[in-house]
């Protein structure tokens, strides 16, 4: 059964800084595109970022240099980043992994920014 385990969420100030990681229970994960999108209340779920299988990484418009995304193919992990928050990325995130038609989601983790 495929799993995909979030972790790392939470609540933190405007302008501080969150690790959300994502365990993988998917073999090969070398072969996966894994990433993280999210879902604000009311809106629809967003990419955040991912990362191919090559280390090719894609982010959303709204990031703008504050998050970074990683890969541990050893660990079937994936981790994301985020500083320099804002309260307008208050959202559930969720880990993300596809390979052709196979597509996976995570329960999702909450992230809240507020002070």
């Known amino acids: 059964q495929v799993q995909l385990v979030e972790s790392g969420g939470g609540l933190v100030q405007p302008g501080g800084s969150l690790r959300l990681s994502c365990a993988a229970s998917?073999?090969?994960?070398?072969?996966?595109?894994v990433g993280w999108y999210r879902q604000a209340p009311g809106k629809q779920r967003e990419l955040v970022a991912d990362?191919?299988?090559?280390?090719?990484?894609t982010y959303g418009d709204f990031v703008k240099g504050r998050f970074a995304i990683s890969r541990d193919n050893a660990k079937r992990t994936v981790s994301l980043q985020m500083n320099s928050l804002k309260p307008e990325d208050t959202a559930v995130y969720y880990c993300?992994?596809?390979?052709?038609?196979?597509?996976?989601w995570g329960q999702g983790t909450q992230v809240t920014v507020s002070s």
């Open positions: 993300n992994a596809r390979r052709g038609v196979r597509i996976y």
């Open positions: 998917i073999s090969p994960f070398i072969f996966y595109t």
């Open positions: 990362i191919t299988d090559g280390g090719t990484t």
